[in-house]
């Protein structure tokens, strides 16, 4: 069973990556814009070092470039 501080924890980054997340949800086509969305998620991972984290970190970014891609298309 899971303690409170594991729980805490979870809690934590799970809101970093939702944070994550919306920060980028409008997805751009610049360099700049995909720099920045690498450094805040190498920060989070190195942040926790946890593998979940890792996987959800990993899924926004696939999100995101999913994202980018339907946009690169569609123009």
Request: hydrophobic share 40%.
């Given at each position: 069973?899971?303690?409170?501080?594991?729980?805490?924890?979870?809690?934590?980054?799970?809101?970093?990556?939702?944070?994550?997340?919306?920060?980028?949800?409008?997805?751009?086509?610049?360099?700049?814009f995909?720099?920045?969305?690498?450094?805040?998620?190498?920060?989070?991972?190195?942040?926790?070092?946890?593998?979940?984290?890792?996987?959800?970190?990993?899924?926004?970014?696939?999100?995101?470039?999913?994202?980018?891609?339907?946009?690169?298309?569609?123009?």
């Open positions: 069973m899971a303690t409170n501080e594991q729980m805490k924890t979870e809690f934590s980054y799970f809101g970093e990556v939702w944070t994550f997340f919306k920060k980028y949800y409008c997805v751009e086509s610049t360099e700049e995909w720099e920045a969305v690498m450094a805040d998620a190498a920060a989070i991972n190195e942040k926790y070092r946890c593998s979940l984290c890792k996987d959800l970190i990993l899924a926004v970014l696939n999100e995101l470039e999913r994202k980018s891609k339907m946009k690169q298309n569609a123009t």
